[in-house]
């Protein structure tokens, strides 16, 4: 595998320096080679508008902006050039509010603290074998957050529309970046 995540590029945002370490190191196992890093969400989303990076780790609590906020930002933001891209959160709070909140901010995958290897190894495995297509409506931009179709279910909650509004599911094939191509079976 370390062959093929050499080429992807990982944003991580954390206040604490110790944290970007870690994750680091663990990635580096991974064969990921290029690294970007930023201490807020406002120094991360300059990174991400100027260098695109084709996957972003980002931990919930910071100060001014956390790590919802800062989805929000990526998934909506006008001079985003991908919007698609995937974001992994990291968390030591880990109570269903908080990973409804990050589900509900356009995040991809929620792993908790302490990270582990093996946690954050089937986070990347998840974006890139199982990509979930994007659902815009006028209220939320990012990962389809059911993680199944269930195809027996006919009742009344039946995604047709939400509420009224309109529901379109967005090819994930608009993005860019070298995850598209990966293969971790």
Do not use: W
Not at 2 to 22: C, G, Q, R
Not at 57 to 84: C, E, H, K, N, S
Not at 113 to 137: G, M
Request: with cysteine; proline share 4%.
């Amino acid at each position: 595998m370390s062959t093929k995540l050499e080429k992807v590029s990982v944003l991580i945002v954390d206040d604490n320096a110790h944290m970007i370490n870690i994750v680091k190191t663990i990635l580096r196992g991974f064969g990921v080679k290029m690294f970007y890093e930023a201490t807020d969400a406002a120094e991360a989303f300059d990174v991400v508008k100027s260098d695109g990076p084709d996957v972003i780790i980002v931990d919930y609590q910071m100060d001014l902006l956390d790590g919802t906020d800062f989805a929000r930002l990526v998934r909506t933001g006008d001079d985003i050039a991908d919007p698609f891209v995937p974001i992994i959160m990291l968390s030591a709070h880990s109570e269903r509010k908080r990973v409804i909140a990050a589900r509900d901010a356009g995040i991809t995958e929620f792993c908790c603290k302490p990270v582990t290897a093996e946690d954050l190894y089937k986070k990347f495995c998840a974006i890139i074998n199982s990509p979930r297509q994007f659902v815009r409506t006028s209220t939320y931009f990012g990962p389809d957050r059911r993680r199944h179709n269930d195809e027996v279910y006919n009742g009344p909650f039946r995604r047709k529309s939400d509420e009224g509004r309109e529901v379109s599911n967005v090819d994930r094939n608009e993005a860019k970046g070298a995850l598209k191509t990966m293969d971790f079976t």
